[in-house]
């Protein structure tokens, strides 16, 4: 895939360059100076497609919000896409990703563990793997969820969050607190 430059307002306006990769906010691609490459947001370019998974990653760039690690080929996208449109019975219009985990076994199998909302009604959990480095194969289950266990487990993914908050403030709170000891300390160790 290419990006080409739309903002007038950029130097690099007309620029066409080689994607090196994307996620859901900006597209990074190769670029001739400086470090190699540059981060460009999606309203400042448009991508050009050269095959058809780019063409797929262009019409939906929401399905980029689901996490690849190495060795997952992009085509795990379109057969995902493919696999919740026939569970859905309906074009999908919205995906929202609520957790997104990820393991793998020493045999190089990985397995993902996905919650999201679809069209902002149908919540589903979908548990999917597949080879490392393998375009297809992939074993996908989709479960609906009923209305009641999906607002149960919201609840308890933001109780979970907000404890993880809880404990990320403690520990912000001890490296102020050194921070400051460290400043007032007559004494510097070397």
């Not at 990074?28 to 947001?41: A, L, M, R």
């Not at 190089?108 to 959990?125: S, V």
Request: glycine share 4%; net charge positive.
């Amino acid at each position: 895939m290419e990006a080409k430059v739309i903002n007038n307002k950029l130097d690099d306006f007309g620029g066409i360059f080689k994607v090196r990769r994307m996620n859901f906010d900006n597209i990074i691609v190769n670029y001739p100076t400086g470090s190699g490459i540059k981060s460009f947001s999606f309203e400042d370019i448009e991508c050009v497609s050269q095959n058809n998974i780019d063409e797929f990653l262009i019409k939906h760039k929401n399905f980029l919000k689901i996490k690849l690690k190495r060795g997952i080929s992009v085509t795990f996208y379109n057969a995902l896409y493919e696999s919740l449109k026939i569970e859905i019975e309906e074009e999908i219009e919205n995906l929202d990703v609520l957790r997104d985990k990820y393991k793998i076994n020493k045999r190089g199998i990985w397995d993902k563990e996905i919650l999201l909302i679809i069209n902002n009604k149908f919540p589903l959990e979908v548990m999917a793997s597949g080879q490392n480095f393998k375009r297809n194969g992939y074993n996908i289950i989709i479960n609906k969820i009923e209305r009641d266990n999906f607002m149960e487990i919201c609840d308890a993914e933001i109780k979970n969050i907000n404890s993880e908050i809880e404990l990320k403030k403690g520990i912000l709170s001890s490296f102020r607190e050194a921070i400051e000891q460290f400043k007032h300390s007559n004494k510097i160790s070397k």
